[in-house]
């Protein structure tokens, strides 16, 4: 089973250029995620949803742009990209269960994310 | 808000030793759940176990060994007799959010090396 795949894996991008990352997973769950990981900081929450059609902001969304138009993807754009911008960035999902999420996330490989 | 506190940046020790991360966590909310998560070198994050703020029962499973204290706001792992395979660094996180469970909270992570 695939899981959750995000592509690219990686990318080099100049300041102010654009891109989007997608992710798709296959297991039908209704949260979807993407965090980003920098040294020292752990994980942060950029953009989720809790369905089709629904987003919803993170800790860290500034300059960050999410779609959900599919249940099973989940878009992240860079609208003019940031040295600071420069992370390794996860997609996750998880199910619902009994109206919540069950925390358990899956997570893709990540993608990183160089800009220059 | 919440906030997820791993001090422990790096620990190593010698295989066949037991080792504790730490994890200590400040919510407001009466309901919650911890996790804990391990990334190996690969990179992919993996989850490991699911506690709820009502369960304060100690957890083991094999060498693993969970200890939640809401006393203390603490969710501390053990690992016993450890592996080199156990070499990763491991997330403690903490569910929340205006639904409920719908987002996770991350630390900063403790990088374990085990030593052959």
């Known amino acids: 089973n695939a899981g959750v795949t995000q592509t690219p894996k990686f990318r080099v991008l100049k300041t102010g250029q654009s891109m989007t990352l997608l992710c798709a997973q296959d297991?039908?769950?209704?949260?979807m995620y993407w965090y980003r990981q920098d040294p020292g900081m752990g994980l942060r929450l950029i953009h989720y949803?809790?369905?089709?059609?629904?987003?919803a902001k993170g800790e860290v969304p500034d300059g960050y742009n999410v779609s959900r138009l599919k249940k099973q993807n989940f878009l992240l754009g860079l609208e003019s990209a940031a040295p600071s911008q420069t992370s390794v960035y996860f997609c996750?999902?998880?199910?619902?269960?009994?109206?919540?999420?069950?925390?358990?996330?899956?997570f893709g490989e990540g993608s990183r994310l160089t800009v220059l | 808000a919440q906030k997820v506190t791993q001090a422990q940046t790096e620990i190593s020790v010698v295989e066949k030793e037991d080792v504790t991360l730490d994890c200590v966590y400040e919510t407001r909310d009466t309901t919650y759940y911890l996790f804990w998560y391990k990334q190996p070198p690969s990179g992919e994050l993996v989850f490991l176990i699911r506690r709820n703020s009502f369960d304060e029962q100690n957890e083991i499973s094999g060498r693993y060994s969970w200890n939640f204290q809401k006393s203390t706001s603490s969710f501390n792992f053990t690992i016993t007799a450890s592996q080199v395979v156990d070499s990763a660094v491991y997330f403690c996180?903490?569910?929340?959010?205006?639904?409920?469970?719908?987002?996770?909270?991350f630390g900063t992570g403790t990088r374990l090396t085990i030593i052959p």
């Open positions: 996750a999902s998880s199910r619902r269960l009994a109206g919540l999420s069950t925390g358990e996330l899956f």
């Open positions: 996180a903490l569910s929340g959010g205006p639904f409920g469970n719908e987002k996770l909270t």
């Open positions: 949803s809790v369905g089709e059609g629904t987003t």
């Open positions: 297991m039908n769950h209704e949260y």
